[in-house]
């Protein structure tokens, strides 16, 4: 396949619906980037052409720290394609599967960055369709990047989130399943987040199980408390999860809200100036 211009690219090494992704390399600053490409069967499908076009026309719009950025776009031999920073980076679920939990101030700065970058999606009309650790890239510790590809919508989208669940399994939240609750919004981004955060916190979801049992006890309120996985953490970390994952979306906090609450959690004094266990003085 030929490259973009200013660019190098590797075979694609993932696909999906409307693209193919390669690793490459922008010729004159030598970085790494990831192209996605329109596939070459869909050159003459115009709905998947379109679907391709807004996808990289709000790729493309999205300019955050906590936003995998968009560094080029163009059309090569026909086919339309966008850059990106790279995918190399490892992902928050690698991160969790170590044996060992991160710090609590690395936790809630992970979980701060997720918020702001949803903060941001909503100031744009936008909704990130999937909040998981595999969609959440670490660059560095306590930076997380929200990959962009397939996943930020149009909030007007999220009422028909439910045929296609906005979050999977672990991290659905309640409204996703019954249709009592109200119409899905980005609350449910908030819900995924406290899902996250609980998990940074305990090692586990709130949730364990099948998709399937995991949507079924979201949708109950069925979550094991954070309380009971780890009993020996500060009230404001049980609060504040709490809060997160409120299963009436009603008085669940907006991104805004959350990332206020967040921020508050990384500056209680003993949480961002934890004890130090101190040596006892030799007697003499």
Request: charged letters at 25%; glycine letters at 6%; one cysteine or more.
């Amino acid at each position: 396949m030929q490259a973009p211009e200013g660019f190098s690219i590797e075979p694609a090494f993932a696909k999906d619906r409307t693209g193919t992704f390669h690793r490459g390399v922008q010729s004159k600053l030598n970085r790494p980037v990831t192209v996605k490409i329109l596939r070459s069967e869909l050159r003459d499908d115009k709905r998947a052409r379109d679907v391709f076009l807004e996808e990289r026309g709000i790729v493309a719009s999205l300019e955050h720290p906590n936003l995998l950025l968009t560094i080029a776009v163009g059309e090569v031999d026909g086919l339309p394609y966008f850059v990106t920073e790279p995918l190399a980076d490892a992902t928050l679920a690698q991160a969790l599967s170590g044996e060992e939990l991160p710090a609590e101030t690395v936790a809630v700065a992970i979980a701060i960055g997720i918020a702001r970058a949803l903060v941001y999606l909503e100031e744009k009309g936008l909704i990130y369709k999937n909040v998981r650790p595999p969609n959440v890239l670490l660059p560095r510790p306590a930076s997380p990047k929200l990959l962009t590809f397939r996943h930020v919508r149009s909030v007007a989208e999220a009422p028909r989130f439910r045929a296609t669940p906005v979050q999977t399994g672990a991290y659905c939240a309640p409204e996703l399943v019954r249709k009592d609750l109200g119409d899905v919004t980005i609350k449910a981004n908030v819900y995924a987040l406290g899902g996250i955060l609980y998990e940074l916190l305990a090692g586990v979801p709130p949730v364990v199980g099948t998709s399937a049992e995991a949507r079924a006890a979201h949708a109950e309120g069925r979550l094991r408390p954070l309380k009971e996985v780890r009993p020996f953490l500060r009230d404001r970390a049980y609060v504040t999860v709490g809060r997160l994952l409120s299963h009436d979306p009603a008085v669940r906090p907006g991104p805004a809200e959350a990332l206020r609450i967040l921020d508050e959690y990384a500056n209680d004094p003993l949480v961002a100036n934890p004890l130090r266990t101190r040596r006892r003085k030799r007697r003499r």
